[in-house]
């Protein structure tokens, strides 16, 4: 059978794709709350892998967008996760399987482990033929299941399995015990006298309006009586726990490695859309974007994910943003009051960019997005009080490394770069640093607090934090396209501080 991937159409990653392992970016960026967030919400699934393999071809991530589509539907979704539940559950016994000691007993859990290995595989393949499928990748999942469950290997399989459990259901035995003496015999006609006492007593049952359930014990080991009537019981069916015994030998890698490299691979869809679905309920927008050859970054509102995801949980309103940048625009700068939300803003910025390489939605109502090949981050470090060069060259040097690795598809975030020097140098700096990155072509995103910097040339776009009039010192968390006037930074700089002319005059007469 043809092998398939729900990752990577080739199913294989490509060459070309490298991974990223633990760049600061993910720090800066605030993508480790959300990937932490998702590893440990399916701890038995190994997938934090796949978030470090950004793909690098457009028809990758339209790939796994559709596969997003698909499962996002309900039907799909939740047939799946049945599906990924009776696999546990299949784990599950097996686990308990080896935990136990007497053979007849291992081979019973593995076959009933088997059994419902092979009714999940139907329950899914019926579940996915009453759905319509979009994705190339889930065509192929439901083309595959088809394929092998009609093969001979499963057939018997299925076969076998259901017969031994049959056989098991009447197996029936009769205890006759004398004293300290055990005996099993096949169970003649006789009265069921545990039906006529349940009968005799059932007036004065309590009715509950379900059924009682059934008390299954913690672990399941055989005390030594049960395991000496046990013995007997095999000596009673022979031919029939030979049987079992065989299947048991004979099965151990029944597993199709195939499917259940999709039920692993599944996991990364899942998690996501389980991750995003709080904030949809909140009437937080998610969208799949367009990758565009051009190099148009436009994102009609946008927002920190795992702010927002924190922000669900303490119940605050979410603020979001537009931006937009054309082919010939491609520095970003973003100005404003502190604590406005500039840093929030520019890691949105970068979040979307990384999560719609992996072929994710991301937060916007609509979105066209650039295919980035380079993530690059310049944010403050807490200065290395061993290193005598101080916190400047340590910076410079920094940004050395990411300018000679930055080409036309990178990306650049800058997040007051440079503020530990003078401001006539901070500007100095940021001035030639900005050059050398409009010399590449780079998309890059700087926040600062230089105003100047907004004024550089054609292709620099300034993003400056709106300031409600009437309360300064209030924080909008919104950013518009504008110039920066720096005057509503200054009066809520001198207010905060009481710097102002009245607070002055107030200090004097104190």
Sequence with gaps: MEFFSILFPRGSIDSSTEAVGEPDFFIDLNLNPIFSYLETSRPQYAFSSIFRVPLQQDDDILYRQTIFQDIEETNVYQSIARFSSSMMTVRDYFAMRDKLFYSSQKQRWFLDGVHLYCKGLKTLETDLDQVHLNSSGMRAVKQYLSSYLSSETFMALQAISTHLLEELTNVTYAISIKGSRITVQHLQEELDYGALIEGI???????????????????????????????LVTKLYPELFMQMADFYEQNQQFWDATLLRFEHEVQFYMSYLEYIKGLKMMGLSFCYPQISVAKVLECEEGFDLALAHQLQLDKIKVVTNDFTLHPDERILIVTGPNQGGKTTFARSIGQILYLASLGMPVSGKYAILPLVDKWFTHFPRAEDMSDNEGKLKDELVRMRNILSRATPQSLIIMNESFSSTTLQDALWINRQVLQRISQINVLCVCVTFIDELTTLGPNVVSMAGVVDTNAPLVRTFQLQRGPASGRSYAVTIARNYRLTYEDLKERIRE
């Design 201 to 231: 007593f059932s007036k004065f049952a309590k009715s509950t309006g379900s059924p009682a359930s059934s008390i299954t014990p913690d672990w399941p080991e055989m005390n030594h009586v049960e395991v000496q009537v046990l013995e």
